[in-house]
């Protein structure tokens, strides 16, 4: 095994915690190293320059990481989950394969217990966070209108996306319920920004955006951070963190692109690999001292996995649309987010309105669904179909539940024969009576908008399955993983910055506050350089 | 690609799958559309199977052990609206497959009013919309909880 020199900081992760925290940290002129088990995807290759561009959401752009199945990435044991795992493993992270949907939590989710007397609260609050929000927006490039009733003040720094004919067909409908809507925020560039190239409205933003409109963090953090020297390597999978005598991090064990072990030592290690990687790498580096799992003592590593159960209600209008003529973002209701204990759930959810897939993708779903028929009537229904599909996601607040857990999977393995990891995972009562609700609320528009051939899927195979919770932060080291500020109760110099930290899930696509958090922490960091590793 | 491969279709299979292409779509005259059967469109399926290689296989075999070739084009059309009307992973393969073929040619994109490209770099213009339906939202009073007043 080979052995490299000493850095001051090893990120493990270069997705949108990874990024954000390595460009933070890059001011202090620390020599700090980032670990990535997958590599750059170069714009050249990102299917919108193809013809095949649909059907690569199948195959090699896939969010679902078992149906991908590049090189790069490693199984997830989801046979005893209802829903379905999403994430990216290069750099740039889960950023590359995301619609950039980019809404905060709310403050009241930082206080779930306080306010509604369920899971716990944050240690740290929305406004401990504000900051890091904005300065988040700023960097990222983020498109919206300020004024929304529904959501704390913001200043996004271009603006809104259009509505198009879809997002006025919603606005109408909304307006006539009564209900609250506004131009969703968008990681998105509505304008040239920053050395990007305003969207030019590919098409469905999720299997990446080759004209670099959308903000993944491989054209965003990425690349100011190497320029204020940090070192990205990358094909590099790590095995396991090790501990020195004294029970501190001293580095980490990874393997290369052609297989080969090496030891890279350091003084301080980060954990940016999301909700399932980083438990997998924690119990994957169990020792004599932690037995259950570095930095396991409260037995909670891998625990509270919450994935955002997110039904979908589509419907088809006889005018035509969008279609998939621009970025799949298009508006959001805050209408149900906040309790209101008369619906029969705690906690709330986010609607957001959507725009629609290409030829290709309506022709599958459609005819998946039983919508859309083979044979004789084929051509007849198709043309009364496409480009005329309304989609509405409703965002439910996941609650956290300890038996919805990460654990390692004895038998699987990467293709490296590290232990893979497994995920259990159900649904909560809470969770499924909140679900209905969205749903019928979604249908109620839908026919509102004058739509037919409604249709629910409650658990779709590539539903977003948002990573988090699963090293929980807090200020009891029984009831926690990590602190208020990201640092682990049990090896004081070993951080964690991405959503696994989340204590819970708040009703939103999570990127804007995994960020936010991921700069506060490393904020913290920086103001604590002289006492990094005492006891709190 | 080897004879072992398993995205390499006998003559059998290439048969079976023509067939079969030409009842899921057939053509349209009036809308200039082609069958699914269309040689161009079957073979950028077979040049498609990939990973899904394997499923569709399984398809094309059970459509072989109900002699779908040999049978009258009613008993095969109603043989294939029953077993594609199923929901196993193998039906939703071939259809995925199917439709990324057929909806990505040339002709059937012009039919649709698309051009015959892919979405970069020439992107799409939409229109920008009604902003004016946003005046009454603008109206309303907050409503996300501040957890500062309670």
């Not at chain 1, 159900?426 to 249908?443: F, K, P, V």
């Amino acid at each position: 095994m080979s052995r490299y020199d000493m850095v001051d900081v090893l990120i493990i992760g270069a997705g949108a915690s990874g990024a954000a925290a390595a460009w933070s940290l890059a001011d202090t002129r620390m020599r700090i190293l980032c670990l990535e088990q997958g590599d750059w995807v170069k714009s050249s290759e990102l299917p919108a320059n193809g013809r095949d561009w649909e059907a690569r959401r199948y195959t090699d752009f896939d969010i679902h990481p078992n149906r991908r199945a590049r090189p790069t990435d490693y199984p997830i044991n989801e046979d005893n989950s209802v829903m379905k795992v999403a994430n990216f493993n290069g750099v740039g992270g889960g950023t590359i394969l995301w619609t950039a949907h980019f809404p905060r939590m709310h403050p009241s989710d930082f206080r779930v217990r306080s306010l509604d007397g369920v899971a716990d609260d944050w240690p740290i609050s929305y406004w401990d966070l504000e900051p890091f929000f904005e300065q988040n927006d700023r960097l990222v490039g983020v498109s919206g209108l300020p004024g929304d009733p529904g959501v704390p003040p913001r200043h996004p720094p271009m603006p809104p996306l259009p509505l198009g004919r879809t997002g006025t067909l919603y606005a109408k409908t909304m307006n006539g319920l009564g209900w609250h809507w506004w131009p969703s925020d968008s990681a998105i560039a509505s304008t040239d920004y920053d050395g990007r190239a305003k969207c030019i409205n590919l098409g469905h933003c999720t299997p990446g955006c080759a004209q670099g409109a959308k903000a993944s963090a491989d054209i965003t953090y990425w690349p100011a951070a190497l320029r204020a020297g940090v070192e990205l390597r990358t094909h590099c999978r790590v095995r396991e963190i090790t501990l020195n005598a004294q029970g501190m991090a001293n580095g980490a064990v990874y393997f290369d692109a052609e297989g080969r072990e090496h030891f890279q030592p350091a003084e301080v290690v980060i954990l940016a690999c999301n909700g399932i990687g980083t438990p997998r790498l924690l119990l994957n580096s169990a020792s004599g001292r932690f037995p259950k799992g570095l930095a396991n003592s409260s037995g909670l590593v891998g625990r509270n996995l919450m994935l955002h159960p997110w039904p979908q209600i589509r419907g088809h209008v006889d005018d035509e649309l969008d279609g998939d003529r621009g970025p799949m973002n298009v508006i959001w209701s805050k209408e149900f987010y906040e309790t209101d204990r008369s619906r029969g759930f705690l906690r709330g959810y986010t609607m957001q309105f959507g725009r629609t897939t290409g030829l290709v993708n309506e022709a599958i779903t459609s005819a998946a669904v039983g919508i859309l028929p083979w044979g004789r009537d084929h051509h007849k229904t198709y043309r009364g179909l496409v480009n005329r599909r309304l989609i509405i996601g409703i965002a439910c607040e996941d609650l956290p539940e300890e038996h919805n857990r990460v654990t390692l999977d004895p038998a699987l393995k990467d293709s490296h024969g590290i232990p893979a990891p497994k995920i259990d995972y159900t649904i909560s009562d809470n969770t499924a009576r909140m679900m209905e609700h969205g749903i019928a609320r979604a249908t109620e528009v839908l026919e509102a908008a004058g739509a037919r051939n409604i249709y629910t899927s409650r658990s779709l195979l590539n539903s977003p399955g948002h990573l988090l919770g699963t090293c929980r932060m807090g200020h009891d080291p029984e009831r926690s993983v990590v602190n208020a500020w990201g640092r682990s109760h049990d090896v004081k110099n070993l951080f964690i910055v991405d959503g696994s930290i989340w204590v819970t899930s708040g009703g939103v696509n999570p990127t804007s506050t995994i960020q936010a958090l991921a700069l506060y922490i490393a904020d913290q960091m920086k103001r604590r350089l002289g006492n990094l590793f005492d006891d709190d | 690609m080897t004879h072992d491969d398993p995205a390499t279709l006998t003559e059998a299979e290439r048969a079976i799958l023509q067939r079969l292409m030409g009842i899921m779509i057939p053509a349209d005259p009036d809308m200039a559309l082609p069958s699914g059967a269309d040689p161009l469109i079957l073979e950028d399926f077979i040049r498609s199977l990939g990973r899904d290689a394997v499923p569709i296989r399984s398809i094309l075999a059970q459509f072989r052990r109900n002699g779908f070739l040999d049978l009258p084009m009613a008993q095969a059309e109603d043989l294939a609206m029953v077993l594609l009307g199923e929901t196993r992973a193998e039906v939703l393969a071939l259809s995925r497959v199917v439709a990324a073929a057929y909806y990505r040619d040339d002709r059937v994109m012009l039919a649709h009013g698309r051009e015959p490209r892919p979405p970069f770099p020439k992107g799409h213009a939409i229109v920008q919309g009604d902003w004016t339906l946003l005046d009454v939202v603008k109206q309303r009073n907050p409503i996300w909880r501040d957890d500062r007043e309670a």
